[in-house]
């Protein structure tokens, strides 16, 4: 990971930025900023390995609804103060690319609470847009299906690739580039030295 390198394109664009080497340095970090605030997470196998869910309830009020699913959470997480997610990759030329299916994370993202922290393992990072793109499509929304076991066949061949499918349960519908936060947002990328998620 080059950290110089991502703090000064991220931070060019507008972006906080801290690094951290591990997980739990990170978590620790979330988790000893924010307190006594209203916090939604979005679906993400990078907050679920770090296990931040746990440690912000203890002094936050925390929506999560890989906890508590159903329409209801999704629609209480846009009242949140402060929103968590990863992003399906970051390039190191300072850009964020997220591909949703239902849409509620990568809202939360472009017209989001006061603060918004995405959280970003090693394995996330490429070179440049193009390759962010082509990682986003390629290698983390064929895991994602596969994870879901959704039918379609990426997830029929246990997430090898995309096929650019036109499946009912198809979960890629929104790809969301985040050039700059949008304006009046606080984005903050946390960037671990370890691979999280997908
Ligand atoms: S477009 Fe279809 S085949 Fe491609 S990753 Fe998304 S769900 Fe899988």
């Known amino acids: 990971m080059?950290?110089?390198?991502?703090?000064?394109?991220?931070e060019g664009h507008g972006f906080k930025t801290s690094f951290f080497r591990t997980k739990e340095a990170a978590a620790e970090y979330l988790a000893s900023g924010i307190e006594g605030k209203r916090v939604a997470m979005g679906g993400s196998m990078t907050l679920k390995e770090m296990g931040i869910y746990e440690l912000l309830e203890k002094k936050n009020e925390v929506i999560w609804h890989w906890v508590t699913p159903g329409e209801a959470a999704l629609k209480k997480?846009?009242?949140?103060?402060?929103?968590l997610t990863s992003a399906n990759a970051a390039s190191e030329t300072g850009e964020l690319v997220n591909i949703d299916g239902t849409g509620n994370r990568v809202s939360q993202t472009v017209f989001g609470p006061e603060k918004t922290y995405f959280i970003i393992g090693k394995n996330k990072i490429c070179t440049g847009f193009g390759t962010a793109l082509w990682r986003a499509k390629n290698v983390a929304a064929p895991k994602n299906a596969a994870r879901l076991q959704v039918a379609t066949p990426c997830a029929a061949a246990n997430g090898d690739k995309c096929y650019d499918c036109s499946s009912p349960e198809r979960i890629c519908r929104s790809t969301v580039i985040i050039e700059?936060?949008?304006?009046?947002?606080?984005?903050?990328?946390v960037f671990v030295d370890e691979d999280l998620g997908y």
């Open 77 to 83: 997480a846009r009242e949140a103060q402060i929103y």
């Open 180 to 189: 700059r936060p949008s304006k009046g947002m606080e984005v903050e990328v």
């Open 2 to 10: 080059d950290q110089e390198l991502l703090k000064k394109n991220f």
